[in-house]
């Protein structure tokens, strides 16, 4: 490696790491999702509380008139497993002026047309009044116990989803049995792997698109030129910047791998969760990973030189993320196991490649054949796309005008700088 790519490479490392933003960038999104993750808990947990304790009748005194001579008995089962008895009523009315008057908590009533309109009345009175309130729960009951009593007991099973259905699934090759455990657990690191790729360009996209613009802004190139080639000067900002992701992301990940670990360990982790670490799903992940964010970086690094100001980097920038992200409206087409030619397109067209790619494998339908033929042409574009990259701030670092002049851009190349 030349020494002016290692120098660039060293100072854009070292003085990123230096910056307590950096590490606030890196220690946030993890601190962000665990907290959201906490919060959503808590709510859900109070929310439920609050539906459950807002719908509880233990406490109450509940009556019934069952005008259609429907159910086959008036006692349910409360939440303690006690076996306690309705009041029966001789009339509607009765037991309606009872909970308006207090003496009835909640009062059930099956009029007599029940087998033509299938309705049935609750009347309630609680202390207090929730848009969550719900006494319906013990005529739910009767009413499924008597029906249990007036159909079949097969019958009754098949109508309440109650059969079990063992499945055996067949290898599309072979005739060996596949179990489905098996292919979600091999299914964990590809999945993994896509949502590590999809944090890169979520929390770099900016920055990458922005890193070469810095320097024309602040006119920070005229300096830097003076001593390096353009190629050494964008060499070694893509090598820093792929290195500073990934140390950003190692910050996420490792946390939550020594979570799991403890988890494991102490038994907080349900025994169902299964994950594979089989060493080629490994491999093929991290290579997918790797070459995917080095074109993702290429692409990123290219619109800077291509632009002269952050905010126009920005706007390219959604231009290169929505081509990246095209995949995920198609996901349907990857889950099969016959490729149709919009799978061909985005597994080999390269800003759509990486996802598509990690789709198929996370899927299982990506032969090893492709998966290695995919790896080529992600790294050949961004060869080739770093070349562009050189080519265009050749032309353009010392442009600072406010607009893309492409004739300048296309016409005869400069001798100002020689490439090494």
């Keep these: 490696m030349r020494s002016n790519v290692k120098n660039v490479i060293t100072f854009e490392i070292t003085r990123n790491l230096k910056k307590p933003t950096f590490w606030i960038a890196a220690l946030l999104l993890p601190a962000l999702l665990i907290g959201y993750v906490a919060l959503a808990g808590f709510i859900g947990y109070n929310t439920g509380s609050v539906i459950e304790e807002s719908s509880d009748v233990s406490g109450l005194s509940l009556g019934i008139y069952d005008a259609a001579g429907y159910l086959s008995t008036t006692e349910i089962v409360d939440k303690d497993g006690e076996t306690r008895a309705l009041e029966v009523y001789d009339s509607a009315e009765k037991g309606i002026e009872d909970v308006k008057s207090g003496e009835l908590g909640a009062f059930y009533h099956i009029p007599v047309d029940f087998a033509e309109t299938m309705e049935v009345y609750a009347y309630a009175k609680p202390n207090t009044t929730s848009i969550f309130s719900s006494y319906d729960g013990p005529l739910k009951e009767l009413l499924m116990v008597s029906a249990a009593t007036h159909t079949d007991p097969l019958d009754f099973a098949v109508i309440t989803n109650a059969i079990s259905i063992n499945a055996t699934n067949f290898a599309t090759d072979t005739d060996e049995i596949v179990d489905p455990a098996e292919i979600i657990a091999k299914m964990v690191i590809p999945v993994v792997g896509l949502v590590l790729f999809y944090i890169l360009i979520v929390m770099f996209g900016n920055r990458l698109t922005t890193a070469m613009v810095e320097e024309k802004e602040n006119r920070i190139s005229e300096i830097i030129l003076t001593s390096m080639s353009p190629k050494d000067l964008i ?186």
């Design 235 to 420: 060499t070694g900002k893509i090598i820093s910047l792929i290195a500073l992701g990934f140390i950003q992301l190692a910050a996420l990940v490792v946390p939550v791998l020594i979570l799991y670990a403890f988890g494991a360990t102490q038994g907080i982790i349900p025994d169902g969760i299964m994950i594979s670490w089989d060493v080629w799903t490994i491999v093929s992940t991290l290579l997918l990973l790797i070459v995917s964010y080095f074109l993702f970086t290429a692409l990123c690094i290219t619109i800077g030189t291509l632009v002269p100001t952050a905010k126009d980097a920005s706007s390219f920038a959604s231009v290169v993320m929505i081509m990246v992200i095209l995949p995920l409206f198609f996901i349907n087409n990857f889950m099969s196991d016959t490729p149709t030619v919009l799978t061909y397109v985005l597994s080999y067209f390269p800003p759509s490649a990486p996802i598509a790619l990690m789709f198929r494998n996370c899927f299982g339908t990506l032969p090893v054949w492709e998966l290695m033929l995919g790896l080529v042409v992600m790294a050949v574009s961004s060869a080739l796309i770093i070349k562009l990259a050189v080519y265009i701030f050749k032309r353009s670092a010392l442009e600072f005008t406010m607009k893309v002049n492409l004739k300048s851009l296309l016409g005869s190349p400069r001798n100002t700088w020689k490439a090494k």
